[in-house]
């Protein structure tokens, strides 16, 4: 059965910062593309990044460009996301997700619960 379990969330300031895990079971991990994607309040969801199963290939939605990084510890069957100079608008709940192929543009089939991340002063 396919895990997801995203940690790491929290209230920041604007301008923090905040990293993401998202630990993976159920599948191997190193042959997958993951993909991180967000719902803020009254929204629909918003992929936001997504990384190739060796971690060599990467891609950020505009919104998140130059503040946020995405990376992966296939030894470690985890997902990162790394965000900085975090925004009010970037509060949301954050959910992880499995692509169905190695390569970062294949969709999603699965996601995690997911993890809230509130910008506010």
């Known amino acids: 059965e396919v895990q997801l379990v995203e940690s790491g969330g929290g209230l920041v300031q604007p301008g923090g910062s905040l990293r993401l895990s998202c630990a993976a079971s159920g599948f191997t991990f190193s042959s997958y593309a993951m993909s991180w994607v967000r719902q803020a309040p009254g929204k629909g969801f918003e992929w936001v990044s997504r990384?190739?199963?060796?971690?060599?290939?990467?891609s950020y939605a505009n919104s998140v460009k130059g503040r946020f990084t995405i990376s992966r510890d296939n030894s470690k069957n985890t997902l990162y996301l790394q965000m900085n100079s975090l925004k009010p608008e970037d509060t949301a709940v954050y959910s992880c997700a499995k692509n169905k192929g190695a390569a970062y543009y294949t969709s999603r089939d699965y996601w995690g619960q997911g993890t809230q991340v509130t910008v506010s002063s």
């Open positions: 990384i190739n199963s060796d971690g060599g290939s990467t």
